[in-house]
Every structure is written in C-alpha cells, then in structure tokens.
C-alpha cells in the first residue's frame, strides 16, 4: 500500500505534516507505506529537523503548490507540477492508493474529478464528515459541501456512499440512514426531499429508516445523515464554531472534545475510483496523522470497490 501525502498542502506545512507523518508510522506496518509529495529540499529540511533520515523515505519532487485563495481549476491548468497536481497523476498512474492533502479544497475536488474521475453509476460525488454522537459512536454526513444544488438521485446515492463508508471505515454493519428534513413525515420538506423519500424507502442497498429533524443530528437515531452540500456545510461550520467558542470560554466536556476535526483527519471524497482525504486548511501534526490513518483505513477495506458493488 501506498498513501500519497501532499506536504506543502495546509497553513502549517510541511512542518506539521512531516510531524504528523513521523506520529503516524508507528501505527503503520511493514507494507504501508507514505509517498511524500513536495518541495524535496523543503521534505529534507523538515525531516533533519525532527530528527528523521530523509534516505528512509520516498519523496516525490513538486517545485509548484496551489495556494488556498487560486481558483481550482485555473490553478491545476497553470500549476501542472504542483504538489496536488502531481499526487493525482500518481493516483490516476495507479503509482499510489491513495491521495491526502490539507491543501485547497476546491482544487482536490477538481483534481478527483478529473484525474480519478466518478466510479461508474455515480452522477455526483461528495464529501462527508464524522458526526460524535451521544452515546459515543460515529455518524457520518453528507454531503457538506461539494454539491450544493442536487436531484432526489443524488440524495439516494448520497445514502449508499455514506452507509460503505459508515461500514468499512467507522465498523457500523447496517447503518441507519436518516434523511435530514423539516419534519419526520414522509410528505415534509422541499420537492427535493419528497421525491427522494420514496428513492430511499425503495433502495435495498441502505437501512432507511425516514426523515430525520436537526435535532436528532448526535442521537443513535440515524448512523447516515443525508443532505445536500449547502445544508450539510451550514450544519459543519455550525458545529466547528460551537467547539471553537467553548474552548474559548475555557469550557471542558468529554463529548464537545469529541467535536475537534484534529481527531478525524479529514473528510474523504466520496464516489470517486480511489480513496481521497482533504484536510483542513490548519491542520497540525495529530490532524495530519489522523487524515494519512484514514486515507490507509479507506485502502485497507476495499471501500471503493464496496461501492461498487453496492451500486449494482
């Protein structure tokens, strides 16, 4: 196994990311292995510096990096040998299993689109995120933030995408899917929403168990939250800055600990042919750690081949 690890993506690389790398390899074994993507000179210097040979790892040199305020797709067209330019030609090369970065979200999203392109039968891919649930499980939602406008089918395929992920990833066999609404009639909510209520009753592909309200976001009520990008990046940035103001206030909880990204890594692209993770943009060491552990999790469960099975 090999995890493409783009160093210069993030506010604190490559610093935080060669730490997050060097917190991660002990969990590694003997045949996972972290392909380094980045200025070399830049990977060298920050390896010496924690006290790493850098004669131990593989590195790939990338002179250019996309800045987090370029536009995706003008930024992949003029910067061919960026740091995310290059880990997806290795992706689509096959010369890599996997593709993490903390680095422009937009140009991730573009870049899985084009080089890896959509698995077969999927029309919209998207990105998810973990939910801390009350009794201290995970959930997962989706999507949150990569298609903000979308069709019943969409929503229906949002659910399969989730419900692999919420099994191969999290270990939840037969996850439940709720569809997130105004109300937990079958009749509520937009156009959208009814008509992708009787897509998810009909699929046997989940466990739909019916409409969820806002409420029951961190209950044991649904394991697959489903809803479009601009509802699921609205309810994401909410709970970021909820945590954000109770560290603020100096409050300390067990379950808003939970609420810290740093924790998860990343949110992995959903629907595309190999496993892709994006970090957030100030992401430190443990984040960086965390996103190259579930970059290899995703890998090590076969979860796009699930998906494609499940799409059948």
Known sequence: MRIGFDVMGGDYAPKEAIKGLLLALPELNAEEHVVLIGREDEIKAALTAEGADPARFAIVHAPDVV???????????????????????????????????????????????????????????????????????????????????????????????????????????????????????????TIVLQAAYPLLKENKSVNFIGNIEGRDLFNDKADVIVCDGYVGNVVLKLCENIYEMLLQKGIENDYFARFNYEIYGGMPILGVNAPVVIGHGISNARAFKNMLLQSREMVRTDMVEKVRKALV
């Open 67 to 189: 800045e987090m305020g370029e536009h995706p797709t003008k930024a992949l067209t003029q910067k061919p040998h960026s740091s995310i330019s290059i880990g997806f030609h290795l992706l689509k090369e096959g010369k890599i299993d996997a593709f993490a970065s903390a680095g422009n979200t937009g140009a991730m999203m573009v870049g899985a689109l084009f080089s890896v392109k959509a698995i077969e039968g999927i029309s919209r891919p998207c990105i998810s995120t973990i939910v801390p649930k009350l009794d201290g499980s995970l959930g997962v939602l989706l999507d949150v933030g990569a298609n903000s406008d979308v069709k019943p089918e969409h929503l229906n395929q949002f659910a399969i995408l989730g419900s692999v992920y919420a099994e191969s990833v999290l270990h939840n066999n037969s996850p439940k899917v709720g569809l997130l609404n105004l109300g937990e009639e079958e009749g509520k909510g």
